[in-house]
T-cell receptor, first 115, second 112 residues
Framework: DTAVSQTPKYLVTQMGNDKSIKCEQN?????MYWYKQDSKKFLKIMFS???????INETVPNRFSPKSPDKAHLNLHINSLELGDSAVYFC??????????????FGPGTRLLVL | GENVEQHPSTLSVQEGDSAVIKCTYS??????FPWYKQELGKRPQLIID?????GEKKDQRIAVTLNKTAKHFSLHITETQPEDSAVYFC???????????FGTGTRLKVLA
């Protein structure tokens, strides 16, 4: 019954590894997002998909690649992890993009630590 | 570029007092302004929002005001309680790009 869920909750890995974070929402929403929250708590949009189509692609290293196999899932794959990738990654979803549909609901976050 | 400034970065108030957090946005086309509360180790949770066609919105002890001319919006919490202690984020949505730009957060401490 969790609205927006992410796995794993914690991820500790070595520099240079490749890892994936998964996000699922059971709200029937069309739009999903990935945010990065750094150590100073600053929340920054990375990507967004609407109906499986990429609509936001911020200035993010191309080591980060999102994939949306269907509207309920948005995964984030990170290649060649670097120390600076350590952060909390939040997935979010909204009903859509138009007025009154844009309210975002966040997942619990994935705490990534790169050693 | 797109920017949302949030002040103050930290705010301590006595229980029962009011707290006000202010944000200023840069893109005059922004049309939706949510406020999120994030407790330690938890996800951001929406507490109140306002759209650009409304000047004020209230929900019990929480209110948000919007001044489109000045591109300011503020969160007001009255009769603060210790459980209000958290980090609060404002955000502005860019209708053209669908992006949300978040403020840098305000750490609110309510002292019992």
């Amino acid at each position: 019954d969790t609205a927006v869920s992410q796995t794993p909750k914690y991820l500790v890995t070595q520099m240079g590894n490749d890892k994936s974070i998964k996000c699922e929402q059971n709200l029937g929403h069309d739009t999903m997002y990935w945010y990065k929250q750094d150590s100073k708590k600053f929340l920054k949009i990375m990507f967004s998909y609407n109906n499986k189509e990429l609509i936001i692609n911020e200035t993010v290293p191309n080591r980060f690649s999102p994939k949306s196999p269907d509207k309920a899932h948005l995964n984030l794959h990170i290649n060649s992890l670097e120390l600076g990738d350590s952060a909390v990654y939040f997935c979010a979803s909204s009903r859509g993009l138009a007025g009154n549909q844009e309210t975002q609901y966040f997942g619990p976050g994935t705490r990534l630590l790169v050693l | 570029g797109e920017n949302v400034e949030q002040h103050p970065s930290t705010l301590s108030v006595q229980e029962g007092d009011s707290a006000v957090i202010k944000c200023t946005y840069s893109d005059s086309a922004s049309n939706y302004f949510p406020w999120y509360k994030q407790e330690l180790g938890k996800r951001p949770q929406l507490i109140i929002d306002i759209r650009s066609n409304v000047g004020e919105k209230k929900d019990q002890r929480i209110a948000v005001t919007l001044n489109k001319t000045a591109k300011h919006f503020s969160l007001h919490i009255t009769e603060t309680q210790p459980e209000d202690s958290a980090v609060y984020f404002c955000a502005a949505r860019m209708p053209g790009t669908y992006k949300y730009i978040f403020g840098t957060g305000t750490r609110l401490k309510v002292l019992a």
